[in-house]
């Protein structure tokens, strides 16, 4: 689901960022895409499916990652990246190449957008996690990715019934090692995104990509965004 018709993507894009956003488990690219006018403005959004149906694991729905007990295997996270990155280098090769490129998402959308980061650290201009945590192992672009540091901004509440609290250790550890952290806590919105946080993803957009236009945290926002399943 994308922000602006076909016809005007190859113009929007040589001028505008592309901000890439991916759902939750067991949702669709419907979902976020109702984020888009409270986004900011000078930005094209592109809100995209998961590859995997989610009924082999009994939910209706997509997912980026095979359901495993101890979360996403390495190989699995690596693959859901490959696809995104195949995907991107469609999208630049029919419409061009956007300045820049940045990662959002919600839950297992938001692991993907760091995983984004470690499969290509230099291709992403920074990453919105929102609900999300860093998966478990090593890639090979970790250590490039330390050395850059992009922008990152982590939602999330420590209360999260969703996220096991070792995701969110892991990702204490990980996320300031590996890119120039906002971290904000949100209590009491369990697996959501709130109206606070969507105002502070704005601003940390408005801050971090080269928006044409002058951008404006919305004046009206919902009062809550539904949790997905993850």
Do not use: C
């Amino acid at each position: 689901m994308w922000s602006v018709a076909q016809e005007e993507r190859s113009e929007r894009l040589a001028e505008q960022p592309l901000v890439i956003v991916m759902h939750g488990r067991g949702s669709h690219e419907n979902d976020l895409a109702a984020l888009f006018p409270l986004l900011p403005e000078g930005v094209v959004y592109a809100s995209l499916r998961a590859p995997l149906p989610g009924a082999p694991w009994g939910m209706g729905g997509w997912t980026w990652f095979p359901l495993e007990a101890d979360g996403p295997t390495p190989a699995a996270a690596e693959a859901a990246a490959s696809a995104v990155l195949e995907w991107v280098d469609r999208t630049e090769q029919e419409y061009g190449a956007p300045p820049a490129i940045a990662a959002l998402g919600f839950s297992q959308g938001g692991m993907m957008s760091i995983e984004l980061h470690r499969a290509k650290p230099y291709r992403f201009a920074a990453a919105v996690n929102l609900s999300g945590t860093a998966l478990r192992g090593e890639r090979a672009g970790d250590d490039d990715l330390a050395r850059r540091k992009p922008p990152l901004f982590w939602g999330y509440d420590l209360e999260d019934p969703i996220i096991p609290a070792i995701g969110i250790e892991r990702t204490e550890v990980f996320a300031p090692a590996h890119f120039s952290v906002t971290e904000r806590r949100y209590d009491g919105i369990a697996h959501s995104i709130s109206p606070e946080e969507l105002g502070d993803v704005s601003r940390f957009l408005q801050e971090v990509l080269p928006l044409e236009v002058s951008a404006q945290i919305p004046a009206e926002t919902p009062a809550e965004i539904p949790a997905d399943e993850d």
